[in-house]
């Protein structure tokens, strides 16, 4: 049905370009679809038994030949936030508690889906790595996409960078080609720990760092417009 879809929607194009009409490209995009794999806790969990992310791989490059042949190509995923309070509704989407394991699996998925780690090719489909950098810190817990959850909570010094931040490092150092900013805010009224990146503040060093990957796209979810 994807596939149908798809292939309507560039005949259509097609036939206003050659009307002589303005025919604005268009890309499907979707969020994650499990397919068959376990989900990410269970990735996060195989991943540490097995030691390596073959499966990881493996699972990446399937669904993207089968996204690649519905027409599909973007997704709004991985989310490779690491989790630090299981209050967090969103949990139960991240790869665990543990910043080395997250970082490995969002290399494999990188490569996967981008077919390769040299940016993006003809057989690549585009990833929207969330929610950069970190929604996991959360003040209670609470939802980061609804005005409570707007406020993130560093309870060490250094926690952004050594927990939350290596995953995101990691993707973008095998140049993933898109970014989905979080939807929270660090609270700056005294109950967060001030946070500093490579030796800049929290806000400036995350900011340095986007822009020496230059080639990224970043924006929401077409809902958080």
């Not at 699996?105 to 090719?121: H, T």
Request: glycine share 12%.
């Amino acid at each position: 049905m994807v596939a149908l879809y798809h292939n309507v929607g560039t005949q259509m194009l097609e036939y206003e370009a050659c009307k002589g009409g303005v025919a604005i490209p268009y890309s499907l995009h979707t969020n994650p679809i499990n397919i068959g794999y376990p989900d990410s806790l269970g990735i996060g969990a195989a991943v540490i038994g097995d030691g390596n992310t073959d499966m990881v791989y493996e699972m990446a490059q399937t669904d993207r030949k089968m996204m690649k042949a519905e027409g599909l190509n973007i997704m709004y995923g991985p989310q490779v936030d690491v989790t630090s309070d299981p209050r967090w509704p969103r949990t139960s989407g991240t790869y665990g508690e543990r910043p080395d394991v997250t970082s490995d699996i969002a290399e494999a998925l990188v490569k996967g889906y981008q077919d390769g780690d040299n940016g993006l090719n003809e057989g690549s489909v585009v990833l929207t790595i969330k929610h950069f950098p970190g929604d996991a810190p959360s003040e209670n817990g609470f939802e980061p996409h609804v005005p409570i959850g707007q406020w993130r909570i560093y309870r060490t010094h250094g926690s952004m960078e050594k927990y939350h931040l290596p995953p995101f490092q990691r993707a973008f150092d095998h140049k993933v080609s898109s970014i989905m900013p979080d939807y929270s805010r660090i609270a700056t009224d005294g109950r967060a720990v001030p946070q500093t990146y490579r030796g800049g503040d929290q806000h400036r060093g995350s900011a340095q760092r986007l822009q020496q990957g230059a080639d990224h796209r970043s924006g929401p979810e077409p809902d958080g417009l």
